[in-house]
């Protein structure tokens, strides 16, 4: 349904979902680099506009995350922006070192080659043992 104060006007109205919360891309403000996607509840979205340090909800640990609070690899918030019904986050940032806690530079290191495949498309950017202790 068309919602034109939320679609065009310049008010900041999250559409949070059932659970209170919203996902948020990140992506390299210089290369365009998706690195991930991370839940946000109001007070993570708050915590990340404030701070300029991208914040998330973590639904499996059940708690606010500040990216890179063990790692280190921090993310620094260039710019955010909304979509049209404000359902959806991107984040622009500089990322302090690689993103995935698996050892890759972004998330999405795998293709999905086939019904049941997938396939590495990545380098290990990482050794996650040397900085996950
Ligand atoms: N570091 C990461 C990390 N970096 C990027 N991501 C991405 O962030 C997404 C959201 O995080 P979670 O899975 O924790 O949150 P969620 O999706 O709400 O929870 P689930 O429903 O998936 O269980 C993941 O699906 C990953 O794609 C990470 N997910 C988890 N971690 C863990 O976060 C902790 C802190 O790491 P740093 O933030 O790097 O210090 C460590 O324990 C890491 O293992
Ligand atoms: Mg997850
Ligand atoms: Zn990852």
């Avoid at 690195?35 to 979205?45: I, R, S, V």
């Avoid at 340090?53 to 922006?81: C, D, H, M, P």
């Avoid at 050892?103 to 498309?121: A, D, H, M, Q, W």
């Amino acid at each position: 349904m068309s919602d034109p104060a939320r679609e065009t006007g310049t008010l900041l109205d999250v559409k949070y979902d059932a659970n209170g919360l919203v996902p948020a891309i990140v992506q390299d403000h210089e290369s365009g680099e998706i690195l991930m996607m991370g839940w946000m509840n109001e007070g993570a979205l708050k915590q990340t506009l404030e701070t300029k340090l991208a914040s998330f909800y973590s639904r499996s640990r059940q708690k606010f995350w500040i990216k890179g609070e063990s790692s280190g690899n921090t993310q620094e918030v260039v710019e955010a922006r909304i979509d049209c019904d404000q359902d959806t986050i991107i984040l622009k940032v500089k990322s302090n070192g690689p993103c995935c806690h698996v050892g890759y530079n972004s998330c999405f290191y795998r293709k999905i080659t086939g019904p049941e495949s997938l396939e590495t498309v990545d380098e290990k950017a990482y050794d996650p043992s040397e900085v996950y202790k």
